[in-house]
């Protein structure tokens, strides 16, 4: 699988929006984009993905740049209750593919109220 | 049930003791996988449930570790004479099959090796 960078950690204020950057320069042309979020003592939880075109659902919204060798995970309006780790994945299937999903250490997300 | 459910909750093994680990995951939920997270990492893949066929067990760390899910529903992890560098979180996802986005992951099981 195609490696992806994150920074270590973040911090923003609630109630203002956060830019969670990530670059895939490797990336294939069938990779899919992939990000979950683990809240404190819980497992991984799906935010959204996408390949080419910019996604929004009601967790979050999918920035992908032209060259999809970076994208952007966009909350609009952070919460005490986004402090989470965010992961970029990139995975072959829209599912995920057959041999899971490969994370790395992600983002620390840090929310300041 | 509504999500994937995974039991116990936390387990504290004497090393060379031999525990499993229960995962129910979301009813009609083809693909099962375990992962095992370590203290500040991120989940890492052992292995992966098709139905009751296991395709694909490369990420299991030795042949300590085994894992069945005979009627294609509940699967149980055994890890077998525990050590120390076992301790982790073990956690397990379920989903519809491999093109449906999105796992649903339980909430995992802490092992700790004393």
């Known amino acids: 699988d195609a490696k992806t960078t994150q920074p270590n950690s973040m911090e923003s204020n609630e109630e203002e929006p956060v830019h969670l950057p990530c670059n895939h320069s490797?990336?294939?042309?069938?990779?899919?984009i992939h990000w979950y979020r683990q809240l404190p003592s819980q497992g991984p939880e799906y935010v959204i993905h996408?390949?080419?075109s910019n996604v929004n659902n009601r967790m979050a919204s999918l920035a992908i740049a032209e060259d999809r060798k970076s994208s952007t995970l966009i909350l609009h309006r952070a919460t005490l209750r986004d402090a989470a780790v965010y992961y970029c994945?990139?995975?072959?299937?829209?599912?995920?593919?057959?041999?899971?999903?490969?994370f790395g250490k992600g983002t620390h997300l840090i929310i300041q109220p | 049930g509504a999500g994937v459910s995974q039991s116990p909750r936390y387990k504290v093994a004497k090393r060379g003791q031999d525990v499993a680990l229960r995962c129910d995951p979301i009813?009609?939920?083809?693909?099962l996988f375990w992962y095992q997270q370590a203290l500040g990492q991120g989940p890492e893949f052992l292995t992966y449930?098709?139905?009751?066929?296991?395709?694909?067990k490369s990420g299991l760390p030795s042949d300590r570790f085994f894992a069945e899910r005979p009627e294609g529903s509940v699967s149980t992890l055994k890890i077998q004479r525990t050590q120390q560098e076992d301790s982790a979180v073990y956690l397990c996802?379920?989903?519809?099959?491999?093109?449906?986005?999105?796992?649903?992951f339980g909430s995992g099981t802490r092992l700790t090796v004393v």
């Open positions: 996802a379920s989903s519809l099959g491999l093109s449906y986005y999105g796992y649903t």
């Open positions: 009813s009609g939920h083809v693909s």
């Open positions: 996408g390949l080419t």
């Open positions: 994945i990139l995975s072959m299937y829209s599912g995920g593919g057959a041999d899971g999903l490969t």
């Open positions: 449930f098709q139905n009751e066929a296991q395709l694909d």
């Open positions: 490797t990336i294939s042309g069938t990779d899919y």
